[in-house]
């Protein structure tokens, strides 16, 4: 989990405040078939092919107030919970090299890449109150676009193994690249877009002491 605190200061003499806390995972499975191309004493080489999934959660919720010194009435609570998940499904070709090193330890390396159909749910709820005798200006709104995009996603991973016979222990490194990966920025109605990106491409919702947007917001 990661944690922000801010304090801004607008033209107009407003403070606001506010306090962000988000969180992040990605896991994933597969299925896959391996075929020998090279089996020769100094390397192994194969190819493989196979399905994955992966899923991708992101949660993050925003607290604070809107502070304007010369208009106390409006002073304003507010609150943004987002939470956001991608489905990623698809197949993947690659490649392995084993290289053995001395004595059962053998280096390996990993690479594979692959086309996937990407789903990003997005849900989102933005609150905000003020003084009783202003009712109007109590808000609550919530969204809830979709997106679907195709994204390539490819990985390489090296690994150093050392066989003992019936098993092997070992210690290794994964990346991966992701093409298409979700998006969310907040929407200012009179300012243009206020906050940072998460890497549903543009979504907006509505800031903290702004009027919420007439339209939902869209994943694009």
Request: with cysteine.
């Amino acid at each position: 989990m990661a944690t922000f605190q801010a304090v801004a200061i607008s033209s107009a003499g407003s403070t606001l405040e506010h306090k962000t806390e988000a969180e992040a995972s990605i896991w994933g499975v597969a299925v896959e078939g391996q075929t020998d191309i090279l089996r020769a004493p100094d390397v192994i080489l194969q190819s493989k092919l196979g399905l994955g999934y992966r899923r991708m959660d992101t949660y993050r919720t925003l607290n604070g107030i809107d502070v304007a010194p010369a208009f106390n009435f409006r002073s304003r609570a507010f609150s943004v919970k987002e939470d956001m998940d991608t489905d990623y499904l698809g197949g993947f070709l690659g490649a392995v090299a084993v290289i053995p090193v001395h004595d059962g330890l053998a280096l390996s390396v990993d690479g594979e890449a692959g086309l996937y159909w990407g789903h990003t749910e997005y849900r989102g709820k933005y609150a905000q109150t003020t003084v009783a005798f202003l009712p109007t200006a109590n808000i609550t709104q919530r969204l809830s676009p979709d997106d679907d995009e195709a994204a390539i996603i490819a990985a390489l991973k090296v690994a150093l193994d050392q066989d003992f016979g019936g098993f092997k222990v070992g210690i290794f490194g994964r990346g991966e690249y992701y093409s298409y990966a979700p998006k969310t920025r907040h929407n200012d109605i009179d300012n243009g877009t206020f906050g940072g990106s998460q890497t549903v491409r543009p979504s907006s919702t509505a800031m903290p002491g702004q009027r919420p947007p007439a339209s939902a917001s869209r994943c694009l």
